[in-house]
């Protein structure tokens, strides 16, 4: 079974709407970590947003939110006031153990996004 | 502060040669992962190093190979290339790589194609 499901293999989004990008996830682990990235078309990956498994609250960074359901094993990410620089590949990761476990992370496919004028 | 740095940015060699990519990872960071990312089979992780030994490994075979120095900069060699080894191979550091909640910080990785 995939550790990391993202469904949407492609979005648009009218600039300064709101978007959310799906992902599912599936350990049998109790500690674990999600985060988000995004991947321009330069190739490097810029670190969004992280949601630990303990953690009580919604984890926000400036635009970026994430709506995690822990019964549910999803962590969707919510993208406010789109602007044309979001346009890119988004990223779901998991880190399976909190601590000590290194820096293993299992990847989902990708969400292609597209900010529209 | 500099971020990571991958060398080089891009690659081209024919199979059965061998290959050796190189990663420096911000000041002060110690934990140095590798992962290959390819159209069809996403994002895999290769390995991780902290201080110079090898922590973690991802299921790739005995080709893929890495070390890590003491100022923690990292190379990583495929022998006898394949066809399949074309790939954007991406090097990340992190302070430690055992904190929860620990970011990765990704380089703008190599472009390895093998013809």
Redesign the interface.
Known sequence: AQKITQTQPGMFVQEKEAVTLDCTYDTSDP?Y?L?W?KQPS??????LI?Q?SYDQQNATEGRYSLNFQKARKSANLVISASQLGDSAMY?C?MREG?????????????TQLKVEL | KAGVTQTPRYLIKTRGQQVTLSCSPISGHR?V?W?QQTPGQ????LF?Y?SETQ??K?NFPGRFSGRQFSNSRSEMNVSTLELGDSA?Y?C?S?PQ?????????????T?LSVL
């Open positions: 500690s970590g985060f990235y330069s190739g490097e990956m810029i670190f992280y630990g990223f990761a909190l601590t000590g476990g290194g820096n293993k992370l299992t990847f989902g496919t990708g | 934990s992962s992962y996403g994002l895999q992780f991780e902290f922590r973690n991802g954007l991406l990340a992190s790589g055992d904190q929860a909640n620990e970011k990765l910080f990704f380089g703008s990785g472009q």
